[in-house]
T-cell receptor, first 108, second 116 residues
Framework: KNEVEQSPQNLTAQEGEFITINCSYS?????LHWLQQHPGGGIVSLFM???GKKKHGRLIATINIQEKHSSLHITASHPRDSAVYIC??????????FGTGTSLTVIP | GAVVSQHPSWVICKSGTSVKIECRSL??????MFWYRQFPKQSLMLMAT?????????EQGVEKDKFLINHASLTLSTLTVTSAHPEDSSFYIC????????????FGPGTRLTVT
């Protein structure tokens, strides 16, 4: 069993749709990361959070520490949002655990 | 936001040769950097933790004599793939930890290595 589980694995949406990607973890964490990886491989760190909610543009990340669950939301999705989204956890023991990623395709 | 660069962005080399990949934190000092490997359509795999001025800590199963890591300064860590083989072909990504109240990790753009 992976320490970090993501769902769904693959997601196809129409442009404009509201998108949610979920992440559950089983370890004690000091931080939860959401990463975006575009085709070609470059990775961008979208959010790092340890509690509550963060918003950046059309992206929103939330975390519920008690339930060990985080979500990444994309409002008004656009084809340029098509990428792999990876959830990663920094454990309290300073180890990193990665989810397997969610491949998002937004169709015009 | 903080910036981490990698060089080269892609490299092709012949079997048996060694390849050095650089990871630099451009606008902050990073005592800790991380090296990851990613196989096609798979998630990141942590290879090693690089600490400035000390030996790197390698994850289980990663050959430290094959993947040499040197963190000689607070802004530079290097990964050298020695005696490269085709199975070493992969996407190598570094990240740097920016010290602060909540340590933030910034990822480099990655280096694609192809060994022929």
């Amino acid at each position: 069993k992976n320490e970090v589980e993501q769902s769904p694995q693959n997601l196809t949406a129409q442009e404009g749709e509201f998108i949610t990607i979920n992440c559950s973890y089983s370890v004690g964490i000091s931080a939860l990361h959401w990463l975006q990886q575009h085709p070609g491989g470059g990775i961008v760190s979208l959010f790092m959070l340890s509690s509550g909610k963060k918003k950046h543009g059309r992206l929103i990340a939330t975390i519920n520490i008690q339930e060990k669950h985080s979500s990444l939301h994309i409002t008004a999705s656009h084809p340029r949002d098509s990428a792999v989204y990876i959830c990663a956890a920094t454990s309290t023991g300073n180890q990193f655990y990665f989810g397997t990623g969610t491949s998002l395709t937004v169709i015009p | 936001g903080a910036v981490v660069s990698q060089h080269p962005s892609w490299v092709i080399c012949k079997s048996g040769t060694s390849v050095k990949i650089e990871c630099r934190s451009l606008d902050f000092q990073a005592t800790t950097m991380f090296w990851y490997r990613q196989f096609p359509k798979q998630s990141l795999m942590l290879m090693a933790t690089s600490n400035e001025g000390s030996k790197a800590t390698y994850e289980q199963g990663v050959e430290k004599d094959k993947f040499l890591i040197n963190h000689a300064s607070l802004t530079l860590s290097t990964l050298t793939v020695t005696s490269a083989h085709p199975e070493d072909s992969s996407f190598y990504i570094c990240s740097a930890l920016k010290p602060g109240q909540l340590d933030e990790q910034y990822f480099g753009p990655g280096t694609r290595l192809t060994v022929t």
